[in-house]
């Protein structure tokens, strides 16, 4: 079992920025690839970003540019940095934990955390 905690969601103005975080518990948290998914309402949830055992990286082409996804596996924890956010970046943002391969379709992650709401004033 892994349990997935975000936090640094809130709100901020058109252009600003906000760091998400999202600790593992477990001691396998290397061998998952992360991720960052988000849920406006009305909305189905959709791919963020993902972060794989070699640390490469995948984006989706609305935040690609603007967001940067790492990890830490000695903490335990991947972050989102979000830079130039956008009105439509509002959302629900949820970290998600794979053990196998993909990382674009939510079906392919194992746990998921309670999310972090992110708002954006314009």
């Known amino acids: 079992q892994v349990q997935l905690v975000e936090s640094g969601g809130g709100l901020v103005q058109a252009g600003g920025s906000l760091r998400l975080s999202c600790v593992a518990s477990?001691?396998?948290?290397?061998?998952?690839?992360m991720g960052w998914f988000r849920q406006a309402p009305g909305k189905e949830r959709e791919f963020v970003a993902a972060?794989?055992?070699?640390?490469?990286?995948y984006y989706a082409n609305s935040v690609k540019g603007r967001f940067t996804i790492s990890r830490n596996n000695a903490e335990n924890t991947v972050y989102l940095q979000m830079n130039s956010l956008k009105a439509e970046d509002t959302a629900v943002y949820y970290c998600?934990?794979?053990?196998?391969?993909?990382?674009?379709?939510?079906?392919?992650?194992?746990?998921w955390g309670q999310g972090t709401q992110v708002t954006v004033s314009s």
């Open positions: 972060i794989s055992l070699i640390v490469s990286t």
């Open positions: 477990g001691r396998t948290f290397k061998n998952y690839v």
């Open positions: 998600a934990a794979n053990s196998g391969l993909g990382y674009a379709a939510p079906g392919r992650y194992d746990y």
